[in-house]
């Protein structure tokens, strides 16, 4: 089932008002139209001074539209990696656009001219103007639309894709030839069109700069220019075969729009993980050392949301050679699911094994772009574990998979968890539970805590750990087997919601901060205890009978 998504209609004020601008476009052109002596255009493109005029109109164009690409493209990747030199740099080659033609000539001519800047250095070298004018002043003019075209497409590529690419080992170099060039490939294209129609149509700068000798330097421009005085029927004709050429150009420029398309959202069936053969294609040579951290081992890292779990990753992974998965996979747009992985694995044959052992089989075909939440996360752990990684740094790599799939990836994991370090932030119980050895406790960016798990899991740190593990911490005393909850006390209690509950009258006045819902049966009711944050599961019947807000009796059932 192809499914067919329209963006909104724009309100009627923009529509009139684009529909004025096309018109304000449109009449013009056609008014040339009427003018052109359609039946004497024939002879026209038959004279030898227009094969003049369109030899060195479409030469030049053809030149300076490569130049202005080559030069243009190195220049908004260079402007790509600046900051405030780049903000300046950007004005100076925007400046081109809002300079009037004649006074772009005469900066050239400043220059590069018989008396400018750089006539010494241009006579000693022995070099004279005459057609390389004309390319000159068309490339300074040209030059900007690639740029343009080029560093908005940097700018509207997502910068994790560099980064990913970087963390699972790629070079700087393979990263641009391989991920960033494809991936701006259209928008060099459209501004190498778009300079090559500026160069068709460029007057002012080139009359000015190199002048106007018939054979030489005479571009369609500038003849159409001489031409109307002579003959305006021929001025219109010449100007009519003037448009077609930059229609079929900007037509060429949209020619990365017209292919692509948007593919038909398709069910892809996912076969079992072969945990035994994708655990022997990702083996590494040794586990790596990455301080503090246990050695071929795995340590889940834990913290609340801000507590700087990621920062903590990124700053390992920039101190040492581990392979870093955050929760964006972020793999190169442009690739199929097996092109990304073969930039890691240089063996075509080795990423068919990978992705088959994986259960990938039905999207290694497909573009990354096209791929589920899931289906991407699932593609970029293939890819981290590509590089045979000895220090494995994981951020959450299964919070977008469904629970079947995550089910065999922590199988996978389980596996080879001694075959390298690895270093694993997670929110689910059952990865710090299942896999991890160790677990080290976040907060403001450091590690607060960092123990065994067993040992974290009989004494939870702090409330967020406790409420990972189900568990609830009060802090007080006991008297006569009861716990008294009390901020000062000196026993910390770790406790079950369940033995926590909810009475019509008691010895302890609580205030329901939370009510959620875990199960069909089971709720979670958040409370706020003397001033201490508990749990108390209810069932569902009873949560129905409460609010937010309220004040109720609680007790606390210890065995």
């Not at 052109?36 to 030149?63: K, N, Y």
């Amino acid at each position: 089932m192809h499914v067919r998504t329209t963006p909104p209609r724009a309100p009627w004020p923009f529509a009139v008002a684009g529909a004025l601008a096309v018109l304000y476009v449109a009449v013009p052109v056609l008014a040339l139209a009427t003018r052109v002596p359609w039946t004497g255009l024939g002879t026209v493109l038959s004279q030898e001074t227009t094969h003049d005029l369109l030899r060195i109109t479409l030469t030049s164009a053809a030149i300076s539209a490569l130049l202005a690409t080559f030069f243009g493209t190195g220049l908004a990747i260079w402007l790509h990696g600046q900051n405030r030199i780049g903000q300046a740099v950007r004005l100076l080659v925007y400046l081109p656009l809002a300079m009037p033609p004649v006074v772009g000539g005469l900066a050239l001519s400043a220059a590069l001219g018989r008396r400018g800047l750089l006539a010494p250095l241009l006579d000693a070298l022995q070099l004279n103007f005459a057609f390389a004018g004309v390319v000159v002043a068309q490339t300074f003019v040209a030059l900007p639309f690639v740029v343009v075209a080029v560093d908005s497409a940097l700018r509207q590529t997502d910068h994790e894709v560099a980064l990913s690419a970087r963390r699972v080992g790629m070079t700087r170099g393979a990263i641009w030839r391989k991920v960033m060039l494809p991936t701006i490939a259209p928008a060099i294209f459209t501004g190498g069109a778009l300079a090559f129609a500026r160069s068709l149509g460029e007057f002012g700068t080139t009359i000015t700069f190199a002048g106007s000798m018939p054979g030489l330097t005479r571009t369609m421009s500038s003849g159409i220019y001489l031409e109307r005085e002579v003959s305006a029927d021929n001025a219109y004709a010449l100007s009519a075969i003037l448009i077609g050429l930059a229609v079929v150009c900007l037509a060429c420029a949209g020619i990365p729009s017209l292919l692509h398309r948007e593919p038909s959202p398709q069910a892809h069936a996912q076969s079992d993980i072969d945990v035994a053969k994708l655990r022997q294609l990702s083996l590494p040579p040794a586990a790596g050392q990455l301080a503090p951290f246990k050695e071929a081992a795995t340590t889940a890292v834990v913290g609340i949301n801000g507590a700087g779990k990621t920062t903590l990753l990124r700053r390992l992974s920039d101190e040492s050679h581990a392979v870093m998965l955050t929760q964006k996979p972020a793999l190169p747009p442009h690739s199929t699911v097996a092109e990304a992985i073969t930039m890691v694995t240089h063996d075509k044959a080795a990423t068919a094994e990978l992705i088959a052992a994986a259960g990938l089989s039905e999207i290694a075909e497909i573009k990354a772009r096209d791929l589920s939440g899931g289906q991407a996360a699932q593609a970029g752990l293939v890819r981290a574990l590509a590089a045979r990684p000895s220090i494995l740094l994981l951020d959450e790599p299964l919070a977008a998979v469904d629970a079947a799939a995550a089910a065999q990836w922590r199988k996978l994991l389980a596996a080879a968890s001694h075959d390298r370090t690895t270093v694993m932030v997670t929110h689910n119980v059952l990865d710090l539970l299942s896999l991890a050895d160790e677990v080290a406790v976040v907060e403001r960016g450091k590690i607060l805590l960092h123990a065994p798990t067993n040992e974290i899991v009989e004494n939870p740190p702090n409330h967020f750990v406790a409420r990972l593990l189900g568990r609830v911490v009060i802090q007080g005393r006991l008297e006569q087997g009861a716990v008294i909850p009390d901020t000062t006390g000196p026993t910390r209690f770790v406790l079950s919601p369940e033995e926590i509950t909810l009475t019509e009258s008691g010895r302890w006045q609580a205030k329901i901060k939370d009510i959620r819902a875990h199960s069909l049966d089971r709720v979670i009711a958040a409370l706020d205890l003397s001033g201490q944050h508990v749990e108390a599961a209810i069932g569902i019947d009873q949560a129905k009978t409460l609010s937010v807000g309220e004040t109720v009796y609680c007790e606390i059932c210890t065995k």
